[in-house]
């Protein structure tokens, strides 16, 4: 009885040794499933990795469908004066508001990690329900509420609520997982191009949408199946240690005034240099990928061509998150950040905007280089946070805050973008990049915007270099302190 005693009581005393601000799943973290590796990790890997595919990969083609709404005489849409701009916002507000409405759900999950699994149900069945109704749509304004604003609301909820548990899965290969599963983005954006090209072309949109919303809501529902939290709730009530938990349960979840505020001290200034920096890097990254295939019908190419440039511009998209996440656990993500921006604003400015007029497969090289070097931004995120939070639950509300703003610079730059393209977009001459082009205030923008981030983005990384020599996270050091006393408040 000593000895059972005695094991409690050394128990109880690793449990003890948590701070307030912990989660439950942070004081028993020792007794779960291994960290970066095992059956389970690896389960939850694939299938964040599927659901990153599926639900990035549909909103990030809608420039097959932008084209097929515009151009294609099958096209349900009504001629409308105002139908243009609409069906731009959609291509943005998927992907914005699938971004932006991240800090609202962040933060819910952060005061109650247990409705994560009801959110992920609930934001698959309002994606599929907003992809099947849209197919009945027959206005620019319906496609905006459908897929849209109900696409990207559910997607948001579905989305989030699967990637939060990856800090629970992995730790020490964090930047190999987030690299990993980001590279779904660029194989979702390979395939869902070609699947809508040619189902547009066999059946119009009304059944190339139906077979789109099952192809998108079978994998997916089978993918939540598999994502869990590592420490599962009922097993933390249900353990042997059930006394110390509790105790442990009371303070773990930190109320509203307490989360704000431990984040509040962290949100220092050069962290906001870096949130600037996203969201102004965030108004361009899109903007290709939305308008090259509107690009090659002005130059009196087919749509498959367009679909081509798209399909490669995301198999880019996946070497570059890959191998910016596997880098970015060895290497400053901020030097990585810097040049995979500086590299996009050359590819942008000198293939897309000088030579692209020469011929076709510059758009191809382009294609190919942007999606390689841009494309490794968002795989850097959790590398990045943990220069400025120390704390897990944090971190992924902080995630969430990079994930708002970039989805609001991504409005921003669609409706940037509309006013930059010329709309008479018929004569193919005109449709070229420099000097004179309809498209060459679109290109200087782009441009411009990547090179400014990685001016901008120079500066983290000098500050952060310079750092290095003393200490490189204000929060595991001077502001460590705050961190840790501002649970006490």
Request: net charge positive; aromatic share 12%; with cysteine.
């Amino acid at each position: 009885m000593w000895h059972s005693a005695e094991r409690h009581q050394s128990k109880s005393s690793k449990l003890n040794g948590t701070k307030a601000g912990d989660t439950l799943e942070t004081a028993v973290a020792n007794h779960g499933p291994p960290v970066d590796k095992g059956k389970c990790a690896v389960q939850y890997l694939m299938a964040m990795f599927t659901i990153e595919t599926i639900v990035w990969g549909f909103a990030t083609s809608f420039g097959v469908l932008f084209n097929f709404y515009q151009h294609d005489p099958r096209s349900p849409i009504k001629p409308d004066p105002h139908a243009k701009l609409i069906l731009t916002l959609v291509g943005t507000i998927n992907t914005g508001t699938i971004a932006g409405a991240a800090p609202l759900f962040s933060f819910w999950m952060a005061k109650k990690p247990g409705i994560r699994r009801r959110l992920m149900f609930s934001g698959l069945l309002t994606c599929t329900l907003s992809l099947f109704l849209s197919a009945y749509s027959t206005s620019a304004f319906h496609i905006l509420l459908t897929q849209g604003i109900g696409y990207g609301i559910g997607g948001c909820a579905l989305y989030y609520s699967a990637l939060s548990h990856l800090p629970e899965w992995f730790d020490l290969r964090q930047g190999f997982a987030n690299g990993f599963v980001f590279t779904g983005t660029g194989l979702g954006g390979l395939i869902f191009p070609l699947i809508l090209n040619s189902l547009l072309g066999k059946y119009g949109a009304k059944l190339a949408l139906q077979i789109t919303t099952v192809l998108f809501a079978i994998p997916i529902f089978l993918a939540v199946l598999f994502i869990r939290p590592r420490i599962p709730h009922c097993r933390q009530r249900q353990d042997s240690l059930t006394q110390s938990v509790s105790s442990c349960e009371k303070q773990a979840v930190p109320s509203s005034e307490n989360l704000f505020h431990n984040f509040y001290q962290c949100l220092t200034g050069i962290f906001c240099t870096y949130i600037l920096l996203n969201t102004v890097q965030s108004t361009a990254f899109y903007l290709p990928g939305l308008y090259l295939p509107t690009y090659i019908h002005c130059l009196g190419r087919r749509s498959v061509a367009g679909s081509a440039l798209l399909a490669i511009l995301n198999s880019g998209t996946i070497f570059a998150q890959l191998a910016a996440g596997a880098l970015s656990d060895h290497y400053s993500p901020f030097l990585i950040g810097l040049t995979a921006n500086l590299l996009g604003a050359a590819s942008v400015l000198i293939l897309w905007g000088a030579l692209s007029h020469s011929g076709i497969v510059w758009l191809f090289v382009f294609a190919a280089v942007y999606g390689s070097t841009a494309g490794a931004w968002t795989s850097l995120y959790f590398r990045v946070l943990k220069h400025f939070v120390s704390d897990r639950e944090l971190l992924f509300s902080a995630y969430g805050i990079l994930s708002m703003t970039r989805g609001i610079g991504n409005i921003l730059g669609g409706l940037i973008s509309s006013a930059l393209v010329s709309s008479n977009l018929v004569d193919p001459h005109q449709c070229s990049g420099f000097p004179k082009g309809s498209f060459s205030g679109l290109i200087w923008f782009i441009g411009i915007v990547f090179l400014s981030s990685g001016l901008l983005g120079s500066f983290l990384w000098l500050h952060f270099r310079k750092a290095s020599k003393g200490t490189q996270d204000p929060c595991k050091n001077e502001n460590r302190e705050m961190c840790d006393n501002s649970s006490k408040f």
